[in-house]
């Protein structure tokens, strides 16, 4: 019957495993590497505290005061950028659906052509059976006058040889 997609041995159910199974291995190195980061940040906050005052612990935040801001313009950037590329997405999939709402209405104005055409041809083979019966009758019906003629002449032929039968 038909060829199958997969090789040997997969099955859809296999196929969709193993797509599934792609994602995996990006999502679980970056969860791990969010939580060894998270995990050093504590770590590396409880040796800072253990080894300054509070008053040098606040500065030492402070620090990273230029590296938050830039931090954050980033993260704005990015939200951004997302932003612009879904609605880039969105008005190409808005051409594709007008675009596929052409080719549907395309393809019923087919259809009912073809509905069109195959009504005629329905008419047509219809007369088409009506004309070969009638033709059909027309022959029989001359066989049947042939019949009758035939059989008029032998009736005459019987009466005219019982005519001279001796009673």
């Known amino acids: 019957m038909g060829q199958s997609k997969h090789p ?7 196929q969709q495993a193993e797509d599934v199974g792609g994602w995996r291995a990006p999502v679980l190195f970056t969860v791990g590497g969010l939580v060894a980061y998270a995990a050093a940040m504590v770590g590396f906050g409880f040796w800072v505290r253990s080894r300054l005052s509070w008053n040098d612990a606040g500065n030492f935040g402070d620090m990273f005061g230029a590296f938050s801001a830039f931090a954050s313009g980033l993260s704005l950037f990015g939200v951004v950028v997302a932003i612009v590329l879904q609605y880039r997405q969105l008005k190409m999939q808005r051409h594709d659906l007008e675009l596929h709402r052409e080719e549907l209405r395309l393809q019923r104005e087919e259809l009912a052509g073809s509905r069109r055409e195959l009504a005629k041809q329905a008419y047509i083979s219809a007369l088409a059976a009506r004309v070969s019966a009638l033709a059909s009758l027309k022959e029989s019906g ?11 002449t032998l009736k005459e032929y019987v009466d005219a040889m019982s005519a001279q039968v001796p009673r």
């Open 8 to 14: 040997p041995g997969k099955t859809d159910r296999g």
């Open 142 to 152: 001359e066989m049947a006058s042939e019949l009758y003629a035939t059989n008029r």
